[in-house]
């Protein structure tokens, strides 16, 4: 056994470029994994200023000054942030906290409703089933219990200190990062082994998907958002503004976010109008804009980004998440196609015992026809 483990382990890791690959990987993932609350402002200018790179790059090859070209793109970034957090921010606020009032007389409605039709029909629930039921809803709607969760949100929470540094700190490093692009990389190539070329040619291949799959997503979010909003807004629903941001922003955890997000638009709907044909209109309305979500927009926008099976990007968005929290979670698919192209790309031995299980396998498959 010893034996085969040394063979397998001298066959992957024999090849320099791999152990250089392996290193490289394994810092980066340590340094976030240990340090990332430190590194956060970094992080985050590093990912604004990967997804500014393309605009300052175009103005910069049409002849304008590189750091004119960073401060334009900069200023119109931030603009665009100012809009946002002012016009939308402030109203989807406000909702939210309209809805955390109104929640506990919700979800009163609902469960009477709901032993309206236990009392009409008790051969399908037990009413005893019921019972603890509210009995958990009404420890966890306890005032105490509320202002707990609150004390944790709080804790949570950012100081104003810390956002302030955040706000004046990020928009600084992400200038200097697309002003002196050339220069930091050429600096940071002397912290990095000599032998990298397959640590190049991994990111030669992810560069372009990353760069397309943070631009898809973004993308995404505003038009299944937008979409919503209108939706929800001619359908006269109550927290439009609310339900149609949570739904912009379910399409960064794939599957999951989706189901999540239709608890709490189907639970205001029902509350609002009951099971009322009004109800069905909206639930098939929202099921049609999931249903072009995932069959027309996010093939048009990931095409060429994204090319995994629906049970790794569960397990990527778990596992990733698992570790890095809602970070993890935006780039489940990215670091999952990372994964990809490291194995895809690692060396392999020619093993003539393995070329022979391969050939035997491919001749045991039945040939169709």
């Not at 922003?249 to 639970?267: E, F, K, M, N, Q």
């Amino acid at each position: 056994m010893l034996s085969v483990l040394s063979r397998w382990y001298k066959d992957r890791f024999s090849d320099p470029q791999a152990v250089t690959l392996m290193l490289i990987l394994m810092g980066f993932a340590l340094a976030i994994y240990f340090a990332g609350g430190l590194l956060a402002p970094l992080l985050i200018a590093l990912v604004l200023a990967f997804l500014l790179e393309w605009p300052v790059a175009q103005m910069a090859r049409i002849g304008i000054n590189r750091t004119t070209a960073a401060s334009l793109v900069l200023v119109l970034f931030i603009g665009l942030m100012l809009l946002i957090s002012f016009g939308l921010v402030p109203s989807v606020w406000r909702q939210g906290v309209s809805l955390m009032a109104d929640l506990p007389s919700m979800i009163d409605k609902g469960l009477h409703t709901a032993q309206l039709y236990i009392n009409k029909y008790p051969q399908f629930v037990n009413p005893s089933q019921l019972d603890t039921m509210v009995a958990e809803l009404k420890k966890m709607l306890d005032t105490q219990h509320l202002l707990d969760i609150g004390k944790q949100l709080l804790g949570y929470s950012a100081s104003l200190l810390v956002l302030m540094v955040y706000v004046i700190l990020i928009p600084l490093l992400v200038f200097f990062f697309l002003k002196d692009k050339d220069e930091l990389i050429k600096g940071s190539k002397r912290f990095f082994p000599t032998n990298r070329d397959l640590a190049r040619k991994v990111w030669n291949e992810m560069h372009q998907q990353i760069f397309n799959y943070i631009r898809g997503k973004i993308i995404e979010i505003v038009i299944i958002g937008v979409a919503s909003y209108i939706f929800f807004a001619l359908m006269d629903l109550r927290y439009a503004a609310l339900l149609g941001v949570l739904t912009g922003l379910s399409v960064l955890i794939p599957y999951v976010g989706a189901t999540l997000v239709t608890l709490p638009i189907a639970l205001v709907a029902f509350v609002q109008w009951g099971f009322s044909p009004e109800f069905g209109y909206l639930m098939v309305g929202y099921g049609i804009i999931q249903a072009l979500d995932g069959n027309v927009l996010v093939p048009l926008l990931f095409s060429d980004a994204v090319d995994l099976h629906p049970v790794f990007i569960i397990a990527a968005v778990l596992i990733f998440g698992g570790l890095w929290g809602v970070w993890g979670v935006f780039f489940a698919i990215p670091l999952a196609s990372l994964v990809k192209a490291v194995i895809n790309a690692w060396p392999v031995p020619n093993n003539p015992d393995e070329q022979k299980i391969e050939a035997s396998d491919n001749k045991a498959l039945p040939e169709v026809k």
